[in-house]
């Protein structure tokens, strides 16, 4: 019962080795040139040393909650594209009623003006 184990055993040992190497290549043979800049903290291209009660512009979370909309709706709609044949009339009225709920979304951010950059 135990040998099935020793081909994924021997897989993890040897992916934790490799790593272990790549890892240690990178710290030993990489450049070491350190200055401000990268040293800095990196805060969504705000001042890092500004107050951090600041707010943030609402335009953020529209953008956020836009991507959200467009990875879900392609996530989700290669694998209903590809079994559509098989799940019928059902799968198709589901995704219709999804699709229905991202376009709300979408109109939601539209009319934020979440579209439209300075």
């Known amino acids: 019962m135990l040998s099935n184990y020793l081909p994924v055993l021997i897989f993890v040992v040897i992916s934790i080795a490799m790593a272990v190497v790549v890892i240690s290549l990178g710290y030993f043979l990489g450049t070491r040139r ?3 800049e990268k040293l800095s903290p990196y805060e969504c291209g705000f001042e890092s040393f500004e107050d ?3 707010k943030f512009d609402v335009r953020y979370y ?3 909650i836009l991507f959200i909309i467009f990875d879900l709706e392609i996530a989700f709609l290669f694998p209903w594209a590809i079994v559509l044949d098989q ?3 059902f799968g ?3 995704m219709a009623i999804f699709l229905g709920i991202l376009v709300i979304g ?3 951010e539209w009319k934020k003006g979440a579209l439209e950059w300075e």
């Open 92 to 94: 198709f009225a589901s």
């Open 52 to 54: 951090a009660r600041m």
């Open 106 to 108: 979408f109109i939601y």
């Open 62 to 64: 529209l953008v956020a």
């Open 34 to 36: 350190p200055d401000g």
């Open 87 to 89: 799940i019928g009339l």
